[in-house]
């Protein structure tokens, strides 16, 4: 049955994308470049794909065995090194040739620079200095595959595109390993529970990939409306029943809100004046809503929520591990652990004797952020974030579809941050979405196109 449903998902395939390829996009066969990147970031670790039996367990239960034997639990991976390497070189390349239609100004994006540069500065009192460069080298990578959709022809296309690709490679393909191929398909914890994982690594990052890949197919449906385009209501509802077979509350609640989110931009056309009251009504709902549950029961909204669900209302323990993270991380809470140090530390181990489990993150993007940047790093975090939400408005004026995307994954995110980890984590899907969204890159002006008054364009 195995090689019946494999041989079935590579004919959809092969049908699938000579559909996607009549679509036409400007886009250039450079795009390959940032897709493989995204690829590789979205799925198992190259080493796992070519000797799966080596995985048997998610990482969190590897990390505690190789403590247990005096194992190194952050060796790096030379063929993960090697990959992002040459695609880093070829992207440089490809930015080189382009720079003379195309430029990346320091003053519109003073946010970002002032974040990158702090990170890299934050490396010099990281215990672990050789690490935490690496880190930031495949952060900046991240920068690079950014700058390279960006200064596509059209950048809404070439998003389009990766995101088609991705929801037509990766969603039908997770489904077949984990009904068929339970070695790669499927995981079981340290509990004995099984896990959806599908072609990533553990059930919260395949639901992070249907999340995103669900809202973008949602808004693809909504934008062809009332035509209904099959392939895209197929992949959707694929993506739906991964989001509920994965059992991520994070993605339930993420794609909720996203589905949510594109369905108004729908009713109000696209108006975002009107879209933004909506959200802004809905945010102060939301905190009145809390602070009478608070005053007069006793409760919160995630609480009843949870509780209404049958679900754990301390996040299925993150409640306690962030509780002991603040009481490490006020150890240093000016300057923090170093970029991307904090859980390369001996710490770790003391935190799993008392957590009692072996997270190998925060499980909170804003307490990560403070663990190895500090109060510093919260600020500057919060200085990019705001940088990045006057670009993002900026770029609705100029592409509104390309820029109504890019709020909604921007407010996704965000929230998606209060229970995992994705801001400012080198090679993290997620935080690629931020950068696309948040990212300004001007075009010069084509010779003979020069006119008394005229302005580059922004882009991003």
């Known amino acids: 049955m195995a090689q019946?449903?494999?041989?079935?998902?590579?004919?959809?395939?092969?049908?699938?994308?000579?559909?996607?390829?009549?679509e036409h996009r400007a886009v250039s066969s450079s795009l390959w470049i940032p897709f493989l990147w995204l690829a590789d970031c979205v799925t198992k670790p190259l080493d796992l794909w070519l000797y799966p039996h080596q995985a048997v367990a998610f990482g969190q239960r590897i990390a505690w065995e190789q403590k247990l034997s005096g194992i190194d639990v952050f060796q790096s991976n030379p063929l993960e090194r090697a990959f992002f390497l040459v695609l880093m070189c070829a992207g440089l390349i490809v930015l080189s040739k382009r720079k003379r239609d195309f430029s990346f100004q320091l003053k519109e994006n003073t946010g970002l620079a002032i974040f990158y540069l702090y990170a890299l500065v934050s490396v010099g009192w990281s215990d672990y200095q050789g690490l935490a460069i690496k880190r930031w080298i495949r952060l900046a990578g991240d920068l690079i595959m950014v700058m390279i959709i960006l200064t596509e022809v059209n950048p809404g296309e070439a998003l389009d595109q990766i995101l088609r690709r991705f929801a037509i490679l990766f969603i039908p393909?997770?489904?077949?390993?984990?009904?068929?191929?339970?070695?790669?398909?499927?995981?079981?914890?340290?509990?004995?529970?099984?896990?959806?994982?599908?072609v990533t690594g553990h059930k919260n990052q395949l639901g992070q990939l249907c999340a995103i890949c669900g809202v973008f197919l949602l808004r693809r449906l909504f934008k062809k409306w009332p035509r209904i385009d099959l392939l895209d209501a197929l992949l959707f509802l694929l993506t739906v029943y991964l989001i509920l077979g994965s059992d991520?509350?994070?993605?339930?609640?993420?794609?909720?809100?996203?589905?949510?989110?594109v369905t108004f931009q729908f009713l109000l056309k696209g108006d975002t004046?009107?879209?933004?009251?909506?959200?802004?009504?809905?945010?102060?709902?939301?905190?009145?809503?809390q602070g009478v549950l608070i005053a007069f029961f006793n409760t919160s909204i995630?609480?009843?929520?949870?509780?209404?669900?049958?679900?754990?209302?301390?996040?299925?323990?993150?409640?306690?591990?962030?509780?002991?993270?603040i009481k490490i991380g006020s150890q240093r809470p000016v300057l923090g652990s170093g970029y991307g140090s904090f859980w390369s530390s001996s710490e770790v181990y003391g935190l799993w004797e008392k957590v009692r489990w072996t997270p190998v993150s925060s499980h909170n993007g804003y307490i990560d952020i403070f663990m190895n940047l500090g109060l510093v790093g919260l600020l500057t975090l919060v200085v990019f974030l705001f940088h990045a939400y006057r670009n993002i408005s900026r770029s609705i004026e100029t592409d509104r579809e390309f820029g109504n995307l890019n709020f909604v994954f921007f407010i996704v995110i965000l929230v998606q941050n209060v229970t995992e980890s994705t801001l400012s984590i080198a090679n993290s899907f997620l935080w690629i979405l931020i950068l696309i969204s948040s990212v300004i890159i001007t075009r010069r002006p084509a010779p003979g196109d020069d006119e008394p008054g005229g302005q580059p364009v922004a882009i991003g």
């Open 273 to 289: 004046r009107k879209f933004r009251k909506v959200i802004i009504f809905s945010f102060i709902f939301a905190l009145a809503l």
């Open 248 to 261: 991520s509350e994070t993605a339930m609640i993420i794609s909720s809100l996203g589905f949510l989110m």
């Open 173 to 198: 393909l997770s489904i077949v390993l984990i009904k068929y191929n339970e070695t790669i398909g499927r995981i079981y914890t340290t509990y004995g529970r099984q896990m959806w994982i599908g």
């Open 302 to 325: 995630t609480e009843l929520f949870f509780s209404s669900t049958g679900r754990d209302a301390s996040f299925t323990g993150r409640v306690p591990l962030w509780q002991e993270l």
């Open 4 to 22: 019946i449903s494999l041989s079935l998902y590579l004919i959809f395939l092969v049908v699938a994308l000579k559909r996607d390829f009549k």
